[in-house]
Antibody, heavy 124, light 110 residues
Framework: EVQLVESGGGLVQPGRSLRLSCAASGFNFGDYAMHWVRQAPGKGLEWVSGISFKSGSIVYADSVKGRFTISRDNAKSSLYLQMNSLRAEDTALYYC?????????????????WGQGTLVTVSS | QSALTQPASVSGSPGQSITISCTGT?????????VSWYQHHPGKAPKLMIY???YRPSGVPDRFSGSKSGNTASLTISGLQAEDEADYYCSSYTSSSTYVFGTGTKVTVL
């Protein structure tokens, strides 16, 4: 069974940093692209970032470009999101999600499955 | 990248059919068949319901169907059931090699 377990969320002050992690199991992690998707309180889903299976293609939403860094460690079956210069509008539940394809040349497909999410709250 | 446009809410009685639209541009929905739909019950992880515009993953009831014409994709739920009450989001790959979600539609079963 494919499992994605996020961790690292919490309460952080504006301007500070936080690193999210996602532990994957039940599939060959190194064969698939991975993504972070977030949902702010009372809002819809927002795609944040994607990384291809060998990290050759990495893309970000404009809202986080230059502040967030996605990375992965295939040997540890883990996905990460380093979040710097956090703002109140980054407050959200952050989901780790598996892509259907490897993402070579930045070509994504459908997202399945999703983790349960980790909550990030940015507030003073 | 602007969010794809969905109606904020759609409702129907049990047994009825409803359709949710998802409108984008030629740079996303209209340019690729990589349109998918997700069901999201509050407090749970979103669930894939339709991929590549019209394909249904195993385990998803056949009352869920998808289609696409031009820049607009649609999700139809036939024979609406109480457990179908949830938020639904469309999504698409984009020409910028990013991913974009729709604004979301709340489905209410009357």
């Amino acid at each position: 069974e494919v499992q994605l377990v996020e961790s690292g969320g919490g309460l952080v002050q504006p301007g500070r940093s936080l690193r999210l992690s996602c532990a994957a199991s039940g599939f060959n992690f190194g064969d698939y692209a991975m993504h972070w998707v977030r949902q702010a309180p009372g809002k819809g889903l927002e795609w944040v970032s994607g990384i291809s299976f060998k990290s050759g293609s990495i893309v970000y939403a404009d809202s986080v470009k230059g502040r967030f860094t996605i990375s992965r460690d295939n040997a540890k079956s883990s996905l990460y999101l380093q979040m710097n210069s956090l703002r109140a509008e980054d407050t959200a539940l952050y989901y780790c999600v598996k892509d259907h394809v490897g993402g070579a040349a930045g070509r994504w497909d459908w997202l399945d499955p999703w983790g349960q999410g980790t909550l990030v709250t940015v507030s003073s | 990248q602007s969010a794809l446009t969905q109606p904020a809410s759609v409702s129907g009685s049990p047994g009825q059919s409803i359709t949710i639209s998802c409108t984008g541009t030629s740079s996303d929905v209209g340019g690729y068949n990589s349109v998918s739909w997700y069901q999201h019950h509050p407090g749970k992880a979103p669930k894939l319901m339709i991929y590549e515009a019209s394909y249904r993953p195993s385990g998803v009831p056949d009352r869920f169907s998808g289609s696409k014409s031009g820049n607009t994709a649609s999700l139809t739920i036939s024979g609406l059931q109480a457990e179908d009450e949830a938020d639904y989001y469309c999504s698409s790959y984009t020409s910028s090699s990013t991913y974009v979600f729709g604004t979301g539609t709340k489905v209410t079963v009357l």
